[in-house]
Nanobody, 120 residues
């Protein structure tokens, strides 16, 4: 009933920037907190950033000052602006959101992920 679709990943040189998007679609009444996670090969999934429906944000220490999370509630879309990228930022990036459906149920959803590769 709800899909989260990430986009914007790609290959970028160290020091470069990328902007990821996470678009929610379906039978949505309201999208609550949206989180960005990442998982590098051989590593556990890591919480990168989060934003509440009211716009309160939080970040992992490893990305503070370089990444910015934002959202457009009218479009049910969240963004992750990533600047000063480092090779260690290379990972598959996922978004996760709690969504209230028009049926009244609230469920948690994951996207399929978008690959970010930082390499010269």
């Amino acid at each position: 009933q709800v899909q989260l679709v990430e986009s914007g990943g790609g290959l970028v040189q160290p020091g470069g920037s990328l902007r990821l998007s996470c678009a929610a679609s379906g039978s949505i009444f309201r999208v609550h907190s949206i989180l960005w996670y990442r998982q590098a090969p051989g590593k556990e999934r890591e919480l990168v950033a989060g934003i509440t429906s009211g716009g309160t944000t939080n970040y992992a220490d490893s990305v503070k000052g370089r990444f910015t999370i934002s959202r457009d509630n009218a479009k049910n879309t969240a963004y992750l602006q990533m600047n000063s990228l480092k090779p260690e930022d290379t990972a598959l990036y996922y978004c996760n959101a709690d969504v209230s459906l028009r049926t009244g149920t609230t469920r948690n959803y994951w996207g399929q992920g978008t690959q970010v590769t930082v390499s010269s």
